[in-house]
């Protein structure tokens, strides 16, 4: 029954987090229901999801959405952000940044819901000195936060692409080969520490394979509309959460 379990909300979460992220909304509460500690379902949940987000990755280069000329010059600074996150998240409670990130998701929201138009097609060009320097810092935090915290890391990453002027599906492709390297450097951390219960990781990360691969196709074969749609849908859900672990902590 676990294994099913796993194997449901496993696809179910790679399905979402495949275009825009916050499958952990579903994976983490679903290996917390195992009775795994929470430390110990996050970390199990960065293996899962790194295998659905290579293979969502994979997906989105296939159809041409991924930028390597920006996104290869980010990926390293994705991962050591998250590596230096995951290492923080040791000695300082992420509580500290959970007021903040709820502020941001909420501006997030706004912005894209009021922008009706926003990210239907790409606008993109080479960008200037101040506004490079200010985005790569932007991917480094966003880096930081996915080994500090998580919860979103794909929508911010996905927003700060649309900032720049890519569309939807190229901000989530871009976005998607970033968050794979942020999960990689946090994964790393976490086995080194023995916090991963491996076989529920990759009970969850084979059907995560599978969702990341439907996911994926569907959003490419939707379009812009769906998902942007979906990335409303998944950031609202993202301030429903942190209100109510604010309002009911643990």
Do not use: C
Request: positive net charge; glycine residues 10%.
């Amino acid at each position: 029954m676990t294994i099913l379990t796993l194997f449901f909300f496993g696809f179910l979460a790679a399905f979402i987090d495949a275009v825009v992220g916050g499958g952990g909304l579903i994976s983490i509460p679903a290996l917390l229901a195992t009775g795994l500690p929470p430390a110990a379902a996050v970390a199990t949940n960065k293996l899962a999801s790194t295998m659905g987000a290579l293979t969502s990755t994979i997906a989105f280069i296939r159809a041409g959405k991924v930028d390597f000329r920006l996104t290869g010059k980010l990926f390293p600074l994705a991962l050591i952000g998250s590596f230096i996150g995951a290492t923080t998240v040791q000695f300082i409670s992420s509580d500290v940044l959970k007021p903040l990130i709820l502020f941001l998701l909420i501006l997030v929201a706004l912005f894209t819901v009021f922008k009706k138009n926003w990210g239907t097609v790409s606008t993109y060009r080479k960008m200037e000195t101040k506004k490079a320097v200010l985005f790569v810092a932007a991917i480094f935090i966003i880096g930081f936060y996915d080994g500090f915290l998580g919860a979103g890391t794909g929508s911010f990453m996905l927003f700060a692409f649309l900032l720049i002027g890519f569309d939807f599906m190229q901000s989530a492709g871009n976005a998607k080969l970033l968050n794979f390297g942020s999960n990689i450097a946090a994964l790393l951390l976490f086995l080194y520490m023995d916090m991963v219960y491996v076989p529920y990781g990759l009970v969850m990360g084979s059907a995560m394979i599978l969702g990341a691969l439907a996911g994926s196709r569907f959003a490419i074969r939707k379009g812009t509309s769906y998902v942007r749609a979906l990335f409303i849908l998944v950031t609202v859900s993202l301030i429903g959460k942190n209100i109510y672990d604010f309002l009911f902590p643990h």
